[in-house]
């Protein structure tokens, strides 16, 4: 028997490392589980992007397989080619940054700051916006640790923002689904 399934991976032209886990039942039915990275990706994001998943008789994967993964492969490849770009590229400038401190000296000042009795009085609506970001920037912490159990706890009653409700909705559900493959890719 020959296969021509690695010359098609290689024509891909998508360097990276590829995780398959294929499943096979009785009724001849293949089920295919596939996470691709990037070597040496020293962003979490691939953590967060969820496995592609394909499902049906051995006939239709063979003839669909590559169509059907070729493009969303290169948009993550590329994806986490720019963050890779991005993470190298903002130590660069910390690097810069604090060299450029470290060689600026300041004169340290004494300066009285006066508050007027508007500026003691903390504003709700501010502390509430502060509350909300602050929980959705853990959940996303959360969310490139996997972690998406923790993460759905996290998410605000939609009660307490009612402006949010359609986007506190599609969080719920894009956390449950990521969830749920994550569940399924355990099993096999």
Partial sequence: MTTNFFQNIIA?????HWNLSITTD???????????N??????QASKVVPPFVMGG?????DN??????EKPVQETAGFFNNMEDYRKGLEKAKAVASAKTATT?????TATVTKTPDQEMPDP???????YDTALKTINYLQAD???????????????????????KNLRGDLNRKKEQMAQFRLL
């Fill in 12 to 16: 891909l032209n998508i360097p990276g």
């Fill in 26 to 36: 009785e009724q001849g039915k293949v089920k295919i589980i596939g996470m691709y």
């Fill in 38 to 43: 990037i070597p040496k990706n020293g962003t």
């Fill in 57 to 61: 008789t051995a006939e239709e994967i």
């Fill in 64 to 69: 669909q397989f590559f169509e059907t993964i």
């Fill in 105 to 109: 000296t300041a004169k340290p000042t």
């Fill in 125 to 131: 609506k501010a502390e509430k916006k502060k509350a």
């Fill in 146 to 168: 996997c972690k998406y159990e923790e993460a759905i706890a996290l998410i605000p009653a939609i009660e307490e923002y009612p402006d949010k409700e359609k986007e506190l």
